[in-house]
């Protein structure tokens, strides 16, 4: 078992809080304020579970500022009150963000019973093997 420090068991309840908020602010028509503070919680979980530094080093690497300056700018554009803007652009830096882990969670979640067979359906597979290229985002 993993064994987590009290910041990172404090962060994974902030990030699950900012997810929450976030896709019940989505399902009620794009809540700003449920939005908001989704977004600052999903954040302020994410530095509190890997580090504030480590946070830093990720977001602002030279070869992620694109995908940094979308995720961050839908974060700002959310605050200031145009929310679907706001989460297309989030949404849209998030898969810069993390298009390098899609390849690693479509592999485990193929070996996972149920899922895996859905995954490996014919229209399904090929949709999950575009969005699993690291390479077609560019």
Same mark, same amino acid.
């Given at each position: /078992? ?9 962060? /994974? ?6 997810? !929450? !908020?976030?896709? !019940?602010? /989505? *399902?009620?028509? %794009? ?17 509190? #579970?890997?580090? &504030?530094?480590?946070?830093?080093? !990720? ?13 961050? +700018?839908?974060? #700002?554009?959310? &605050? ?12 849209? +830096?998030?898969?810069?963000? %993390? ?7 479509? +592999?485990?979640?193929?070996? *996972? ?9 014919? +229209?399904?597979?090929?949709? *999950? ?7 077609? /985002? #560019?």
């Amino acid at each position: /078992m993993i064994s987590l420090t009290d910041s990172q068991k404090i962060g /994974m309840g902030l990030t699950g809080f900012g997810v !929450f !908020f976030l896709f !019940f602010g /989505m *399902v009620l028509f %794009f809540d700003k304020a449920l939005l908001a503070i989704g977004n600052i919680l999903f954040v302020a979980g994410l530095a509190f #579970v890997i580090g &504030l530094e480590r946070t830093f080093k !990720f977001f602002f690497q030279r070869h992620k500022f694109k995908a940094t300056s979308f995720f961050l +700018g839908g974060v #700002v554009v959310v &605050l200031i009150g145009w929310p679907i803007i706001g989460v297309v652009l989030e949404i849209y +830096g998030f898969f810069l963000l %993390f298009r390098g882990f899609f390849p690693v969670a479509v +592999g485990f979640i193929r070996r *996972v019973p149920v899922l895996g067979s859905i995954l490996n359906l014919p +229209g399904i597979s090929g949709l *999950v093997d575009k969005v699993s290229d690291s390479n077609n /985002m #560019v």
